[in-house]
Nanobody, 124 residues
């Protein structure tokens, strides 16, 4: 069973930092892209940052230079370091992957998985 468990959200003031973590299980973590997405009420969830299995990173323009995504394959963990937070960074942050679960056939289908989400609130 694939699980993505986020932690690290909270309430901070503008300019402060938070570090989100996502611990994955149930698939071969080192083989797959991982990403963080943000959702605010009334809007669609969208990708904030992603990291490939080759450690190539991509960021949404709104967080470029302030957020850093990283992964530790030994710990099956992806982390989002968020610095210089702004009120517009407020939302629920979700860990995401598209992966083939353990026990699947090598050519079996992949599926999209989400964590439960963690709330980040930034006050001005």
């Amino acid at each position: 069973q694939v699980r993505l468990v986020e932690s690290g959200g909270g309430t901070v003031r503008s300019g402060e930092s938070l570090r989100l973590s996502c611990v994955a299980s149930g698939f071969t973590f080192s083989n797959y892209w991982m990403s963080w997405h943000r959702q605010v009420p009334g809007k669609e969830r969208h990708v904030i940052a992603s990291i490939s299995n080759q450690f190539i990173t991509n960021y949404h323009d709104s967080v470029e230079g302030r957020f850093t995504i990283s992964r530790d394959n030994a710990k099956n963990t992806v982390t989002l370091q968020m610095n210089d937070l702004k009120p517009e960074d407020t939302g629920v942050y979700f860990c995401n992957t598209v992966a083939r679960p353990d026990g699947s056939k090598p050519d079996g289908p992949t599926f999209r998985y989400w964590g439960q989400g963690t709330q980040v609130t930034v006050s001005s």
